[in-house]
């Protein structure tokens, strides 16, 4: 899979990294390298360390440690190597250490050259944006399926190749996922995936983008053929501090576009306030695509938009033609969706009713609106910010029956951007009749300072529209038993999760199971009211 590469030859390959003493290498320099690591626990002899200094953690302090284990070469930032040999660090005269400006960088240049650069030889389709990006790739894939292509996919489902398979949905089982941990895997990772994708032979690999793989640089070495623009709103800003910086993380996809090695596409939301920032991202010779609910002036829109429980129904406009839509996914973001993977479908020259027909068979995607009871109507999806709230509410209202009310289940995690919960609190109070605050993934924090956060947004406190239980077992159980013929319930913030992070341990936990469980339960002791 990967290159049999000498040490001098890998690094000769990596334009990051400055060599501090030349004579070691000189020595070194016939060593195969067998890994790439920012993990000191995972150094072995033929390993290069790259010590990452991270927001919470500095990989610096674990050289000692990488060498003693045997690391052929250490990457490392020199101001903060110098600070580390003050205080004591001895290295071998005889060990190649390197300095790198940002040690992120040169990970995944390292790791690119170390696989043979996989992702300057597969057509890779990127996409970012604060919510939308499971759903979106899954669409560009049936597209790419129904090409007869073979394609890869990464994201926070995980990984998965094309499979010799008549199906022809996105929905598979969640054994056809490799986990990988993150939306969009760490440099080593990353690599090696798309080095096995080159392998088995795939063509395309549609990839979620994360902004903190952007901004850590684990995409190094990725040329995308597409990137994708889904929306922008606030998230991750226990990271990135402000939405600029957010923002300016994504606009490094379409920023490093190449369009000096053939035709390289942007496909932007222009209903998005940040749009004209991303597509003056683009290199000059960037084709630019860009989509709408209904500005006309964006290359793909749509006409006579018609909601339903069970999809939506409109027409869409675009540069090489009209045509009818059917979708199976409900609500304006699967629309919004939907527009994101015809652009993208435009963009790869597919033909439009090709592109149409592919999304129009796909039924879901496991935790994005997802309808797992009847009665009641129960949806669980994965929003977790306040847009995303908001997105799946007015969704469901739009197809909640008249005298039916809308009741959301709804937490949000612990050690993660605490400034949205209020915010939170606010959208669900605003659009939901009822809600039942709840925990999602507390992580270390106090599962009930992280509710004191969310209730802090809430302006008018009605013991009959709100009820508060820190076990979202329970919580979901009431909502159930609360609801009314014709009420909608809707559990948000997990989706597709089958775990729960609690401070000193992650337990299985599902959702769906939660409320299929509780549902059959209640029928079972209750077959009347049922």
Known sequence: MSQALPLSSLVAACKTLSLQNPQALATAGNTAISAITSDSRAVKPGSIFVALLGSNTDGHQYLEK??????????VIKDRLEQFKRAGLNLPETLPVFYAENTYKSLGELCSAFYGKPGEQLKLVGVTGTNGKTTVT????TILKHQKKSVGLIGTLGTKTSRKTSSKTSDESASAYENTGHTTPMAPELQE????????NQEYVVMEVSSHALEQHRVFGCDFHVAVLTNLTQDHLDYHKTMAHYRDAKAMLFKNLQPENGKRSAVINLDSDEAEVFIDACPENVFRYTYSLNNTQAAVYVK??????????????????????????AGQFSVYNALAALASGIALEIPLKDCV????????VRGRFEVVSEKPFVIVDYAHT?????????????????????ICVFGCGGDRDATKRPKMGRAVERLADMMLVTSDNPRSE?????????????QRFDAKRMLVNADREQAIHQAID????????????????????????TIHFDDREVVQNYVKLKSSTNPVSA
């Open 66 to 75: 990488a060498i003693k284990q045997g690391a052929a070469a250490i990457v």
């Open 138 to 141: 899954h669409l560009i894939e």
């Open 193 to 200: 995936i798309l080095a096995t994708m080159r392998d088995a």
């Open 304 to 329: 006579d938009i018609q909601y339903s429980i069970t999809g939506a129904t409109f027409t869409v406009m675009t540069p090489v033609g009209e045509s009818p839509v059917k979708l199976q996914l």
């Open 357 to 364: 027909k592919a999304i129009e068979e796909v039924p879901g």
């Open 386 to 406: 306040p847009d995303g709230l908001e997105n799946i509410l007015n969704a469901a209202r739009q197809v909640t029956p008249t005298g039916g009310r809308l």
């Open 446 to 458: 106090d599962p009930q300072q992280i509710i004191t956060d969310i209730i802090s947004g809430i």
């Open 482 to 505: 609360l609801a009314n013929p014709n009420d909608i319930i809707v559990v948000a913030g997990k989706g597709h999760e089958d775990y729960q992070i609690l401070a000193d341990r």
